[in-house]
């Protein structure tokens, strides 16, 4: 009990240093002697958790995406017909608020950026089922296109939202990532910022 403790207290240490470490500079510039020194541990230490620096940020990135397919699991699982992007989107951003400081990095001058949309793209099957359901003209290429689309723009989204320091709700927030996929420009209009996919 008290080794799997301490393990726990020593990579929230590592992770916090090499968050820190990452917002100021790329990955490939940080050296383990800076990290240990910022997580104030020694080298052994890191070793025995991490083969190297990359190895570490692909560990972290593999717990955040398990976080988010379990947290998404209740959802992603509903039958479609109960289901709608704004719910999905909504737990995702919900998944990335109580990960802050990875997405912070992830969305950041120096992060992963194919990680992001990885995360993004967690609920896509569902997302474009539905689309394919309110846009029943649309061809599959086209849905497939749109969500590409809105996908981008959601990263930009979320980049925003950081940047306030995620002050505004998770559910908030996907609502008007909806409104602005579905209105485009009128989304600003008052008689189309109340429309979201809950009514649909």
Not at 114 to 121: D, G, H, K, S, V
Not at 167 to 187: L, R, Y
Not at 189 to 199: D, L, P, R, V, W
Request: charged share 25%; proline share 2%; net charge negative.
């Amino acid at each position: 009990m008290g080794n799997d403790h301490r393990t726990r207290v020593t990579k929230i240490l590592i992770r916090k240093a090499f968050t820190d470490l990452l917002k100021k500079k790329p990955i490939q510039s940080i050296s383990i002697k800076e990290l240990c020194e910022a997580a104030q541990i020694n080298r052994g230490t890191f070793y025995t958790h991490y083969a190297d620096i990359y190895d570490l940020l692909e560990k972290m990135e593999e717990e955040m995406m398990e976080d988010f397919q379990k947290a998404l699991e209740p959802l992603l699982s509903m039958e479609p017909e109960g289901l709608t992007p704004v719910k999905i989107t909504t737990g995702i951003f919900q998944c990335l608020k109580e990960n802050a400081d990875i997405c912070t990095v992830t969305l950041g001058d120096f992060g992963d950026k194919e990680f992001a949309l990885r995360l993004i793209n967690l609920g896509r099957e569902k997302c474009v089922e539905t689309y394919s359901r309110y846009f029943e003209t649309a061809t599959p290429k086209q849905i497939e296109f749109f969500y590409a689309f809105v996908s981008a723009g959601c990263i930009g989204l979320l980049q925003k939202w950081l940047a306030e320091g995620m002050v505004t709700s998770a559910e908030e927030i996907a609502e008007m990532a909806e409104n602005i996929m579905m209105f485009g420009m009128g989304a600003l209009k008052s008689g189309n910022i109340q429309k979201n996919f809950k009514e649909f």
